[in-house]
């Protein structure tokens, strides 16, 4: 909170050190005013030394919006015995008289100023949308792990982010567990059903419930080689690409049908074609490629 001239209040009390007897004044009562972080530590605990600086300096940044109790539970262990702490650091955000959330042992200090600055209010905005850039690039270089910690952050900030979403639903997609992506595209809610990305994943949902139904790859590739003119091998192999979630390759096989025939059994192609751009999304390099390609084709 500030003061009623706009002044924030005392360093003295935007970070002190707390106790099991002050714990309702200084946190739960305190919290229905301004968010209280409680950093759980002890003397003997190396991460929580390690925590401990940048933690206190997120909150002095956050001018006043939020507040940090730090609790030595070897002096004060009645209240993190209530809330079950079993290792510490452990930190703990109340608002409104409860905790509303938390996190164990040390994390990065880009984390932790995440966690206070959402805390205090801030704009978010300009926090997610270089995580997004961040887990895009991760994705296109091969870094999954990277990847999915940048959705998940974003999600922490934003659970409702459609890109977050589908990102972390194609992540489970591309490692087969189709299972896992429709529950995570089940966070979104219903009036984003439409949202291209979640679409986007959607068709290449679709795309991957034919794999089961395609011939190998391999031999659907040789069988093209042998006999580039069988547009029906072709456009099989295609869907097998597809299925598998080779988007790039999928799209060059149809373009190739496009180009040897347009209207080959009644536009197949162009139709696969189009789901293809949809599963790999508006805005990626094999949409944006393929649609130039596809242009040339028809123009030229």
Known sequence: MTFIDGSAPPESDIVKDGTDQAFMADVVEQSRETPVIVDFWAPWCGPCRTLGPPLERAVRNAGGKVRLVKINIDENPGVAGQLGVRSIPAVYAFDQGRP?????????????????????????????????????????LGDIGGAAQAYTAVLQLDPTNTKAIAGMARIALSAGDVENALEILAMASADKANDPD??????????????????????????????????QARFDYAEALSARGDLEAASDQLLA????????????????????????????????????????????
Request: net charge negative; no cysteine; proline share 3%.
């Open 257 to 300: 049908i496009i180009e040897k025939n347009r209207e080959w059994n009644e536009g197949a192609a162009r139709a696969q074609l189009l789901k293809v751009f949809e599963a790999a999304g508006p805005t990626s390099e094999v949409t944006k490629q393929g649609r130039r390609k596809l242009s040339a084709i028809l123009f030229s």
């Open 198 to 231: 979640i679409a986007g994943v959607r068709a290449a949902l679709d795309l991957a419930a034919n794999a089961a139904n395609i011939g190998d790859n391999d031999e659907l590739g040789a069988k093209v080689a042998a006999n580039p003119n069988d547009l």
């Open 100 to 140: 509303i959330d938390g996190f164990m042992g040390a994390i990065p200090e880009s984390q932790i100023k995440l966690f206070v600055d959402r805390l205090a209010g801030a704009d978010m905005t300009v926090e997610i949308e270089p995580l997004l850039s961040q887990a895009a690039e991760s994705a296109q």
